[in-house]
């Protein structure tokens, strides 16, 4: 069965741009994830999904990071005004609902670069 | 959450049993023990979850003492093909708990020599 995508799988973009990152969840997942991955360190959370809502954007590192999930399904991570630093891959999951610390799915991740 | 401390990284032969040991000293009542692969280039991948005692699937087993301060990954007869990054991650299952993120470390690195 399909497992989660994202797109596209490279970014590359140069400072202060704007960028869009998706991903479309496994059907029926009502839970989705993003985290950010940089070299050589494990996954860091960024925020969750529950639904449409955003149930804890607490990772989320400033206000030019925002994501929207307006159909319960597909998401999209936005970044405002893109710094160096915010390079490295973007990671998006999903789960069943309800079960916090259940299976996650993970996508193959968006590596975006910024110049 | 409660903080994991793995081995940074292992090397080991084809055909051999790897054992990758957590310590998670400050590990709460509701907490389970979760391992996570990654390859490179992918997202990470489940590979097995735990409470207590022994867990076996068709990839790995997971060992954990009495006490669960700790807990033991162990992959038999491994391959080339299990050259990855093994996370070892611990949490609240209950879904009241509130907090849904999984907490990543580093890591173990595990490279399977020919």
């Known amino acids: 069965g399909a497992g989660v995508s994202q797109t596209p799988s490279n970014k590359v973009t140069e400072k202060g741009k704007y960028v869009e990152l998706r991903c479309d969840p496994i059907s029926g997942h009502t839970a989705l994830y993003w985290y950010r991955q940089s070299l050589g360190q494990g996954p860091e959370f960024l925020i969750y999904?529950?639904?449409?809502?955003?149930?804890?954007d607490s990772g989320l590192p400033n206000d030019r990071f925002f994501a929207v999930r307006p159909e319960g399904s597909v998401s999209t991570l936005k970044i405002q005004r893109t710094e160096r630093g915010d390079s490295a891959v973007y990671l998006c999951a999903s789960s069943h609902a309800g079960f916090s610390y259940n299976e996650q799915f993970f996508g193959p991740g968006t590596r975006l670069t910024v110049l | 959450l409660a903080k994991t401390t793995q081995p940074i990284s292992m090397d080991s032969y084809e055909g051999q049993e790897v054992n990758i040991t957590c310590s998670h000293n400050?590990?709460?009542?509701?907490?389970?023990i979760t391992w996570y692969q990654q390859f490179p280039s992918q997202g990470p991948r489940f590979i097995i979850q735990?409470?207590?005692t022994k867990v076996t699937n068709e990839v790995a087993s997971l060992f954990i003492p009495a006490d669960r301060k700790s807990s033991t990954l162990s992959l038999p007869r491994v391959s080339l093909s299990d050259t990855a990054v093994y996370y070892c991650?611990?949490?609240?299952?209950?879904?009241?708990?509130?907090?849904?993120?999984?907490?990543f470390g580093k890591g173990t690195k595990l490279s399977v020599i020919p």
């Open positions: 991650l611990v949490g609240d299952m209950n879904s009241g708990a509130g907090s849904y993120q999984l907490t």
């Open positions: 735990g409470y207590k």
């Open positions: 999904f529950q639904g449409t809502g955003a149930a804890d």
């Open positions: 400050n590990i709460a009542t509701n907490d389970y």
